[in-house]
């Protein structure tokens, strides 16, 4: 288990992080969500003993936590942009004490896993950023870290890669692996997460696993297209009218009277697409805002 | 650290422009040292003596005396000067490639001749007299090399700004790691303690291991013109082109004639202890002044300063370099102060007077200066590489 017990980061101009607490068993995905400079990356740069903790402690499994335990997948791309995408892999694995033979069976299981072999001899810099962010994840993985810290992983991916990204992610959490992992897109992680930590302007505004927030919040929804007059915000039931582009999410407080619109909307025809879903991390955590505002 | 070592020093000695530098020094190298084989192929007569058929007597009388740039054979089809006894007169044909300094030569070795042998028609009695009246007594003596020719000095400065250059490229490397966002990477993997020192190590083992390259390159062309003909013909040429006074015959003569005596050897080695102490200090703070350098851009700006402050040193020791200023003025001050004591107190010792507790004072003193400063920019370079990292522990494992 991870244990982040009141882990303080300020800068001078007061930034940073301050009393995070968070427990994360094995085979758990932690989604670590914040605003711009809400303390996300800082609270990563402690774990990863960049930069010196004000407080708090660490440890992993009881014991204090070392950098060869860590995988790191940072949100720029940092590679060196010369080398062939086997010899970055080589040399991060290499700083982790990796034997040779160990390295070449590990990279060939990855480069495989990761559908990247038609790059394993190509330079950085004929690499996509797609391919680019495959290979950082390879370096982060080869030595089967304990922890896995992913800084916004699914940034600038296509489709595909995201996909790929997001399977090898659950996939490799069943290896005991436990992961953080920071991101805007609460939609592209929210399947992929047990539990989150919700930092605002430093501080930690939501701690928890996904369920217990949805079971707190038995609210439901149901999207609706080309609706731009929010043409069922007066019905029953109905607690928050959100707009995203051309649909209109109605967020209802009982499930029965979001039923009954849903149905009546069927009966008549009226939409080309209608989704009934509970609500979404993105909607909860804007609740949590709300709620803390 | 070793991997950090090992892939650096890969990078920096293995690449395409490192292995088309070394390949091209190669080649240079192997055309000086074998500048004589292709030169004569293109200008004959810089390298070979000139070939002259004479006569046996002419050639009895001139054999002691003739320059080095000459040599009699018999073939009269292989000499390019030829001399011939035709009744009362002296023929001469000159090669139309030889320029006139051949017939002025020649002409004055004929004259020569031809006096002695008329005075040799006279009775024995007067020939001395004759001989006096004739030719003046000039007696010929060359110099020898004075003792202060400084090219210790030029040796040692070439060395400061080889390695200079060798030691910038460290802090260049520290820029581009920043600059690419790899530092922050890199240190999730090994400590701030570690990287540092790996850093100097990479910049004191690249001086060295480009030094010994290069070194290398130059003693192994030595040992095949050793082998080819112990030098003979390059010796033959920079005498031709009067970079010798002397034409020697092998390196090993030539190696007799520098008369290097243990005493100087140790001089130098010990200029060299100074040199490298003075780059080492030099190489961390260039290091401590590329870590707060956040864009490649801010690189030329930032160190620009550095190295016009590092070629005012050295043009200071070039005006100062006076037997008033090195003994007891402002150069003698300067050779106990660190950093520019990597290049005054070896001229002062190498070149003026320097007493043993001199050299050992300035020594210790450049020796302390290096250990704080190592210290300093260690404490400095966690404090400042990653914003927020000051105060970091240097106990990652």
Redesign the interface.
């Known amino acids: 288990m991870l244990e982040i017990k009141g882990v303080s980061?300020l800068?001078g101009d007061k930034q940073?992080c301050q009393s995070i607490h968070l427990n994360v068993m094995e085979q758990e995905i932690c989604g670590v969500l914040g605003r711009n400079g809400s303390g996300k990356t800082?609270l990563f740069?402690c774990l990863?003993?960049?930069?010196?903790m004000d407080s708090g402690e660490v440890t992993l499994h009881g014991e204090r936590l070392?950098?060869?335990d860590?995988g790191?997948v940072?949100e720029?791309?940092?590679?060196?942009?010369d080398l062939r995408a086997w010899e970055l892999v080589v040399?991060?694995a290499?700083?982790?004490n990796m034997k040779m033979a160990d390295i070449y069976r590990e990279m060939d299981y990855w480069f495989d896993k990761l559908e990247a072999q038609n790059i394993r001899n190509k330079r950085l810099k004929e690499c996509s950023k797609g391919n680019q962010q495959k290979i950082q994840f390879i370096?982060a993985l080869i030595h089967k870290p304990k922890l896995l810290i992913l800084d916004e992983p699914l940034t600038g991916l296509d489709v595909d890669n995201v996909e790929l990204i997001k399977k090898i992610i659950y996939e490799h959490r069943k290896t005991g692996c436990i992961i953080l992992l920071s991101s805007h897109q609460f939609e592209e992680i929210e399947h992929l997460c047990d539990r989150v930590l919700v930092l605002e302007h430093s501080i930690v505004k939501y701690s928890g696993r996904i369920k217990d927030i949805k079971d707190a919040h038995p609210q439901i929804t149901i999207t609706i297209s080309d609706d731009p007059y929010r043409k069922h915000s007066d019905v029953e039931g109905v607690c928050r009218v959100i707009s995203d582009g051309h649909y209109t999410k109605y967020v209802f407080r009982e499930q029965k009277l979001a039923q009954k619109m849903f149905l009546s909307a069927v009966k008549n025809r009226e939409y080309e697409t209608m989704k009934v879903e509970s609500l979404t991390l993105k909607d909860l955590l804007g609740d949590i805002h709300e709620n803390i505002d | 650290m070793k991997t950090l070592i090992e892939f650096s020093l890969r990078r920096r000695l293995s690449n395409p422009v490192a292995l088309l530098l070394l390949g091209f020094t190669f080649l240079v190298s192997g055309a000086l040292f074998f500048s004589d084989t292709w030169i004569s192929s293109i200008a004959y007569d810089w390298v070979n003596p000139v070939e002259i058929n004479a006569p046996e007597e002419l050639v009895q009388f001139l054999e002691k005396q003739i320059e080095p740039g000459y040599v009699f054979v018999e073939a009269k089809e292989e000499a390019k000067i030829q001399i011939q006894f035709v009744d009362q007169s002296i023929e001469v044909y000159i090669h139309p490639t030889l320029s006139q300094y051949h017939a002025y030569q020649i002409e004055a070795w004929v004259t020569q001749y031809h006096t002695f042998s008329e005075i040799q028609k006279y009775p024995a009695s007067i020939q001395q007299e004759m001989i006096h009246v004739m030719t003046p007594e000039i007696k010929m003596t060359y110099l020898p090399p004075k003792k202060d020719d400084h090219s210790g000095f030029i040796f040692i400065t070439t060395m400061y700004f080889m390695m200079l250059s060798f030691s910038s490229a460290m802090a260049n490397e520290i820029v581009v790691e920043k600059t690419s966002n790899m530092l922050e990477l890199i240190l999730t993997s090994v400590s701030f303690k570690a990287h540092y020192y790996a850093k100097m190590f990479i910049g004191w083992l690249s001086v060295i291991l480009q030094t010994i390259s290069y070194v290398g390159i130059a003693l192994f062309w030595l040992l095949i013109r050793q082998l080819f003909d112990q030098g003979r013909g390059l010796f033959q040429l920079m005498y031709q082109i009067h970079w010798l006074p002397v034409r020697f015959v092998s390196f090993k003569e030539w190696m007799v004639s520098l008369n290097i005596s243990h005493q100087w050897v140790t001089g130098l080695m010990v200029g060299f202890l100074f040199l490298f102490l003075g780059i080492l200090v030099v190489q961390i703070i260039m290091v401590v002044i590329s870590i707060r350098i956040e864009h490649i851009e801010e690189a030329g700006s930032v160190q620009g300063p550095f190295y016009l402050a590092l070629l005012l040193i050295y043009y200071s020791s070039i005006f100062l370099n006076t037997p008033n200023q090195m003994n007891e003025g402002i150069g003698y001050i300067l050779s106990f102060i660190p950093i520019f004591s990597m290049l005054f107190m070896p001229m002062r010792f190498l070149f003026y007077q320097a007493s043993l507790v001199e050299v050992i004072l300035s020594l210790s003193l450049s020796l302390g200066t290096w250990m704080i400063v190592v210290q300093w920019g260690e404490q400095y370079y966690r404090d400042h590489l990653i914003r927020g990292s000051k105060q970091a522990k240097c106990e990652k494992k």
């Open positions: 980061k800068y940073g800082t740069r990863l003993q960049l930069i010196p070392l950098l060869s860590i790191y940072p720029e791309r940092s590679v060196i942009q040399f991060f290499k700083l982790k370096c």
